[in-house]
């Protein structure tokens, strides 16, 4: 079974151009998440999708980050501007659903973001 | 709201030696708990979880945690330490589908 995918693996931008990444999750897979990993911490979810639909996007920066899921499969993480407190790693993880208990996540390589 | 918390931001030990990775959590429902471990330039993997049933749970790589909610803490452990445990571990506990991260603990392992 194909695992997550995701690209670029790396991207150097300067501040103020514009990013975009790209996910692929498992097959099958209704739930989608975007998470923002800055060196040092723990991933901290930017937005959760359901098949198409936004379940949860309370951490997205919706002045510069968007985020869409068409057809319910491929993901697509923009950042415009980006800022210099962007550089980090963007994890992308899949899940069956969890509104029927499938709470186990499988994650993606991550696209490693920096802004100069 | 739910919380983790992650004793120790390093840990080392040498090989053949007991790993103990501390993990305290905070929820105000039962909690759903796991481990995820993430190696240089990777994604996180999953170790081990608990839901619901044995409180010990028992995961890869011969890695365990047991889900203690006096004391509400999901410690990991695993008998004897191998160089390729070197790795970042976090534990994570899951609310409403997403999952809330610890801070998470570097492994070294010394031969």
């Known amino acids: 079974e194909a695992g997550v995918a995701q690209s670029p693996r790396y991207k150097i931008i300067e501040k103020r151009q514009s990013v975009a990444f790209w996910c692929n999750p498992i097959?099958?897979?209704?739930?989608l998440y975007w998470y923002q990993q800055i060196l040092g911490q723990g991933p901290k979810l930017l937005i959760q999708?359901?098949?198409?639909?936004?379940?949860?996007d309370s951490q997205l920066p919706k002045d510069r980050f968007s985020a869409e899921r068409l057809k319910g499969v491929d993901s697509t993480l923009k950042i415009q501007p980006a800022k210099l407190e962007d550089s980090a790693v963007y994890l992308c993880?899949?899940?069956?659903?969890?509104?029927?208990?499938?709470?186990?996540?499988?994650f993606g390589p991550g696209t490693r973001l920096t802004v100069t | 709201a739910q919380s983790v918390t992650q004793l120790g931001s390093h840990v080392s030990v040498s090989e053949g030696a007991l790993v103990l990775l501390r993990c305290n959590y905070s929820?105000?429902?039962?909690?759903?708990l796991f481990w995820y471990v993430q190696y240089p330039n990777q994604g996180l993997q999953l170790l081990l979880k608990?839901?619901?049933?044995?409180?010990l749970v028992k995961g890869i790589n011969g890695f365990e945690a047991e889900f203690k909610k006096s004391e509400t803490s999901f410690h990991l452990t695993k008998p004897s330490a191998h160089m390729s445990d070197a790795a970042e571990y976090f534990c994570?506990?899951?609310?409403?589908?997403?999952?809330?991260f610890g801070q998470g603990t570097e492994l070294s392992v010394k031969p």
């Open positions: 993880a899949s899940s069956l659903d969890p509104g029927q208990g499938a709470y186990e996540q499988y």
């Open positions: 608990y839901t619901t049933g044995a409180t």
């Open positions: 097959s099958g897979h209704a739930t």
């Open positions: 999708f359901q098949n198409n639909g936004v379940v949860d």
């Open positions: 994570a506990v899951s609310g409403g589908g997403k999952l809330i």
């Open positions: 929820s105000s429902v039962p909690p759903y």
